[in-house]
């Protein structure tokens, strides 16, 4: 039990930080794409975009676990 909810925090933990991180990207690239081509503001969306997804997918992997676990520990006792 002590390592599902370990393991939840450390995920709301990595969501929190991916979603600052990618602020802080979004923000510096809107600053630089004024003075940068348009090519170099498409690369780096299509990136934001890839590491939100697969954030995404981890967050629903890492629930799924956990509400596995949590119905197997109930189903014991």
Do not use: C, F, G, P
């Amino acid at each position: 039990m002590a390592v599902v909810v370990v393991l939840s925090v450390v995920e709301v933990v990595a969501v929190v930080v991916v979603v600052v991180v990618v602020v802080v990207v979004v923000v510096v690239v809107v600053v630089v794409a004024v003075r940068v081509s348009i090519v170099v503001v498409v690369v780096v969306v299509v990136v934001v975009v890839v590491v939100v997804v697969v954030e995404i997918v981890s967050i629903i992997i890492s629930i799924t676990v956990i509400v596995i676990l949590l119905s197997q520990t109930y189903i014991k006792k």
